[in-house]
């Protein structure tokens, strides 16, 4: 079945500066990719998604990429702020799979003001 | 509009007993999948309901068992509970149609076995 491996694990940026999250996965017949943010002790909310017809998306500071031939996905972050502080995992499935996600380990990030 | 609710959403239960968790769906959705987040941990899939029929089911064993209700709601049963079944409990809820499901969370139950 599909394996999504998710790096880093804890990320510590300043405020201002970028952070970036990667995902591969193992199933190249995956063509959607989510990614959640969770905050503590809050569901974790839907904040971007791509599928594999399309190489980058972007909205406002986040952006996602993905790379179909090496089968790993991207999270940018820019101008990062403290209320970015959140653990962000992302997830891989696909079209036979009817909705089923696999997500990866999380990675939490620290925004220091 | 109303998300996706879940009741209840603190559980405390001892081994060997029986849970039942519910789930609303976001309106106008019609699948619920289940998932398990250990802590620590990201969700793992446990089953997803459609038109009141399991139709996808993830590596967990026959103890966990699900039902969906005409209205789209659903319950996720367990059984002979272990401290292992201890997390936090999450439904998502989505529409089937298009190329991909996109599936909204809900807050979750969290379950502690003693």
């Known amino acids: ?113 | 509009d109303a998300g996706v609710t879940q009741s209840p959403t603190h559980l405390i239960k001892t081994r060997g007993q029986q849970v039942t968790l519910r789930c609303s769906p976001k309106s106008g959705h019609d699948t619920v999948s289940w998932y398990q987040q250990a802590l620590g941990q990201g969700p793992q899939f446990i089953f997803q309901y459609y038109e009141e029929e399991e139709r996808q089911r993830g590596n967990f064993p026959d103890r966990f068992s699900g039902h969906q209700f005409p209205n789209y709601s659903s319950e996720l049963n367990v059984n002979a509970l272990l401290l292992g079944d201890s997390a936090l409990y999450l439904c998502a809820s989505s529409l089937v149609g298009g190329l991909q499901e996109t599936q909204y969370f809900g807050p979750g139950t969290r379950l502690l076995v003693l």
């Open chain 1, 1 to 113: 079945g599909e394996n999504v491996e998710q790096h880093p694990s804890t990320l510590s940026v300043q405020e201002g500066d970028s952070a970036v999250i990667k995902c591969t996965y193992s199933d190249s017949a995956s063509n959607y990719f989510p990614w959640y943010k969770q905050e503590l002790g809050k569901r974790p909310q839907l904040i971007i998604d791509i599928r594999s017809n399309v190489g980058e998306k972007k909205d406002q500071r986040i952006a996602v990429t993905l790379n179909k031939t090496a089968k790993h996905f991207s999270l940018h972050i820019t101008e990062t702020q403290p209320e970015d502080s959140a653990v962000y995992f992302c997830a891989a499935s696909k079209g036979d799979s009817w909705g089923k996600l696999q997500f990866g380990a999380g990675t939490q990030v620290v925004v220091t003001p």
